[in-house]
T-cell receptor, first 111, second 112 residues
Framework: GQSLEQPSEVTAVEGAIVQINCTYQ??????LSWYQQHDGGAPTFLSY????GLEETGRFSSFLSRSDSYGYLLLQELQMKDSASYFC????????????FGKGTMLLVSP | NAGVTQTPKFQVLKTGQSMTLQCAQD?????MSWYRQDPGMGLRLIHY???????DQGEVPNGYNVSRSTTEDFPLRLLSAAPSQTSVYFC???????????FGQGTRLTVV
């Protein structure tokens, strides 16, 4: 099975850098993804790590370490619009067409 | 390009009623899934499909049926609604490598 743990809430101020961690227990997976969700709307894709290391996409970066069963999403130059929920998810070996999600981290960005 | 379209956006059902949540995608994706989202629970997989004519159960399938007669459509049927099925339902599709899933806008269902 798959189990992903994230902090329930993180707070930060505009312009700062914040890291959202995701630790997991899994029987095997293809890659770790991150999704953003505003106010219960549609989750939207942010990044995907198939291999260990850092993936950078603009202000967002994502990191995976399979040996540590750990990943994180790094958000730089925070903006008010980054206030949202962030979910890590794995694409499991046993269900390659699906995603198993963590419970999500609510990020609150203040002025 | 519409992406993934879900209907209806909102629905109120009485206990015992049945209904179908519609999901359609126009990206020719083979993989489609249904998730439910409850407060503090993240998204949990209900049913999924790897192609037309092929469906399988996810983590929380009880009380739901699906079918996949075409690549585009993946309806979710509630057989006899219960208050425990009050939730927000999301349909998603992805391509063959499943590195990026595309979600519909969700259906907010209340069962009274």
């Amino acid at each position: 099975g798959q189990s992903l743990e994230q902090p329930s809430e993180v707070t930060a101020v505009e312009g700062a850098i914040v890291q959202i961690n995701c630790t997991y227990q899994t029987s095997g997976f293809y890659g770790l993804s991150w999704y953003q969700q505003h106010d219960g709307g549609a989750p939207t894709f942010l990044s995907y790590n198939a291999l260990d290391g850092l993936e950078e996409t603009g202000r967002f970066s994502s990191f995976l370490s399979r040996s540590d069963s750990y990943g994180y999403l790094l958000l730089q130059e925070l903006q008010m619009k980054d206030s949202a929920s962030y979910f890590c998810a794995v694409r499991p070996l046993s269900g390659y067409s699906t995603l198993t999600f963590g419970k999500g981290t609510m990020l609150l960005v203040s002025p | 390009n519409a992406g993934v379209t879900q209907t209806p956006k909102f629905q109120v059902l009485k206990t015992g009623q049945s209904m179908t949540l519609q999901c359609a995608q126009d990206m020719n994706h083979e993989y489609m899934s249904w998730y439910r989202q409850d407060p503090g629970m993240g998204l949990r997989l209900i049913h999924y499909s790897v192609g037309a004519g092929i469906t399988d159960q996810g983590e929380v399938p009880n009380g739901y049926n699906v079918s996949r007669s075409t690549t585009e459509d993946f309806p979710l049927r509630l057989l006899s609604a219960a208050p425990s099925q009050t939730s927000v339902y999301f349909c998603a599709s992805s391509g063959p490598h499943n590195t990026e899933a595309f979600f519909g806008q969700g259906t907010r269902l209340t069962v009274v």
